[in-house]
């Protein structure tokens, strides 16, 4: 894609391109087992060297237009605690949401505002029409981020994939450009607070 990855801002959060400096932390936040156990793609133990492999093919798959990877970090202290992304099908103007917010930041509603953001950029940054996400269907607090965003629940994909030796179901969510839009012209949500945690604990 034509021009260098931005760097997106909310309330709380600086979503920015991953660095090499980041790999010791995404190491130690994407390697708990909590991380693991309801991600698709996230290793068990997290391999030494791995997360400085995976940021270095970030600045390539972002120019082919096949991945738009953010790191997410506070406003506060800079400190990275988690990651969100989109993976591009761009002859379909399309994308896969992806996020994951490390354990000690479950709660405080960071996966909601960080995939707000992204959702915003892919559809009027990179022209998307489409954005889908899906989780495992043991894992409903991903569902309720996807329900907050505004995505619609499109079914369920039964034994969709083998994790940790166990096929799972997948819940899947999406979005369209002109439902996006629409939900930009009604009033805004409510600020994520401890509220959201006694309701929902939803830990993104």
């Known amino acids: 894609m034509a021009g260098g990855q931005p760097t997106l801002e ?11 400096s980041d790999a010791p932390a995404v190491q130690r936040l994407a390697g708990a087992r909590e991380i693991a ?3 698709l793609a996230i290793p068990h133990p997290y391999p ?13 798959r972002f120019a082919a237009g096949t991945l738009a990877p953010f790191a997410v970090v506070t406003r506060a202290d800079g400190l990275l605690v ?16 992806g996020y994951w917010i490390g354990h000690a930041d479950w709660g405080r509603g960071y ?43 499109e079914g369920i994909h039964r034994g969709a994939v083998l994790k940790w030796g166990t096929f799972e179901d997948l819940a899947q969510h999406a979005i369209l450009v002109h439902e ?15 509220a959201d945690a006694v309701r929902g604990r939803d830990p993104r």
């Open 82 to 97: 988690g990651a969100t992304g989109l993976a591009l099908v761009m002859a379909h103007a399309q994308a896969e949401l």
């Open 48 to 60: 030494d060297g791995a997360a400085a492999e995976w940021i270095a093919t970030h600045a390539a």
């Open 111 to 153: 996966a909601t505002e960080a995939a707000r953001a992204l959702l915003d950029f892919g559809f009027r940054g990179l022209g998307l029409h489409r954005i889908q996400a899906r989780h495992l269907t043991r894992n409903p607090a991903s569902g309720r981020v996807m329900e907050k965003l505004g995505m619609r629940f």
């Open 180 to 194: 996006w839009l629409a939900s930009l012209a009604a009033p805004a949500p409510a600020a994520p607070g401890a």
């Open 37 to 39: 156990d309801t991600t």
């Open 10 to 20: 909310t309330a709380r959060l600086i979503l920015r391109p991953f660095q090499a």
